[in-house]
């Protein structure tokens, strides 16, 4: 089982940034994909960017140009920079996990963008 620990949510205002920072630990053998989601009251949770094992990346439409991800395979983290931050962008974001075997989810932390 893989256990992800999430930090770097807050309150920012608009044109801001924040970087949001996933550990994994636990039976991690095989990661095959790293990925940001979120959600916001009232709508599905959609995926914002993914990372494979070999560094390719994909993000949604309404983050590109504005979101990077990143990884750290030597400590098992994945990472996402935000940055011209807008209201729409205010929701709580979850780290994903997926490996040969698992897909696993962290708690989600919070991104609030107001002014």
């Known amino acids: 089982q893989v256990q992800l620990v999430e930090s770097g949510g807050g309150l920012v205002q608009p044109g801001g940034s924040l970087r949001l920072s996933c550990a994994a630990s636990?039976?991690?053998?095989?990661?095959?994909?790293m990925n940001w989601y979120r959600q916001a009251p009232g709508k599905q949770r959609e995926l914002v960017a993914a990372?494979?094992?070999?560094?390719?990346?994909n993000y949604a439409d309404s983050v590109k140009g504005r979101f990077t991800i990143s990884r750290d395979n030597a400590k098992n983290a994945v990472y996402l920079q935000m940055n011209s931050l807008k209201p729409e962008d205010t929701a709580v974001y979850y780290c994903?996990?997926?490996?040969?075997?698992?897909?696993?989810w962290g708690q989600g932390t919070q991104v609030t963008v107001s002014s």
């Open positions: 990372i494979s094992s070999s560094g390719s990346t």
């Open positions: 636990g039976s991690i053998f095989g990661i095959t994909s």
């Open positions: 994903h996990v997926r490996t040969v075997l698992t897909n696993s």
